[in-house]
């Protein structure tokens, strides 16, 4: 069930836009990666085990993966082993990467906006008339 829009809906919007101020395109860029960091920190050993059993009991007649790949019928279960292994690193490596990759732009992200906005409150404090600016305590806009 949705919120009905109120006045205060839109204006916490316009506050997001006014606060994330010329990064927005970096800010979804952002939030892609955590979001794919968060898909892929699912992506645990527990799902890895039935993979594995499937892939190395030669009996064992999987549908899926004889329409994925079909080539995986044709290998030893060594060899079959050594590709899912080989994958499983992969996709590890891949995970890891990606969640250093957004630990590090989160970081950069916040560090670009706290500058922008030192900044700002810099310029305010500087080039405001002196007036406005030393009647207002310390921390009031």
């Known amino acids: 069930m949705a919120l009905p829009e109120t006045p ?3 204006t916490e919007w316009a506050l997001v836009r006014a606060v994330i101020g010329p990064f927005r395109r970096r800010t979804l860029w952002v939030f892609a990666l955590v979001v794919l960091d968060t898909v892929l ?3 645990g050993i527990g799902m890895v085990f039935p ?3 499937a892939l190395i009991d030669p009996g064992h007649d999987s549908a899926l993966f004889n329409q994925l790949i079909p080539s995986l019928q044709t290998l030893t279960p060594d060899n079959r082993l050594m590709a899912v292994a080989i994958t499983t690193v992969v996709v590890f490596g891949l995970k890891a990467f ?3 990759l957004s630990t590090v732009s989160t970081h950069s992200f916040l560090q670009n906006l706290r500058f922008y906005w030192v ?3 810099g310029e305010y404090y500087l080039y405001g008339a ?3 600016v030393s009647g207002k305590k310390p921390g009031n806009f």
């Open 8 to 10: 205060l809906r839109s």
């Open 41 to 43: 920190a699912g992506l």
């Open 51 to 53: 993979v594995f059993q």
């Open 98 to 100: 990606i969640a250093m």
């Open 119 to 121: 900044e700002r409150i």
């Open 130 to 132: 002196h007036r406005r």
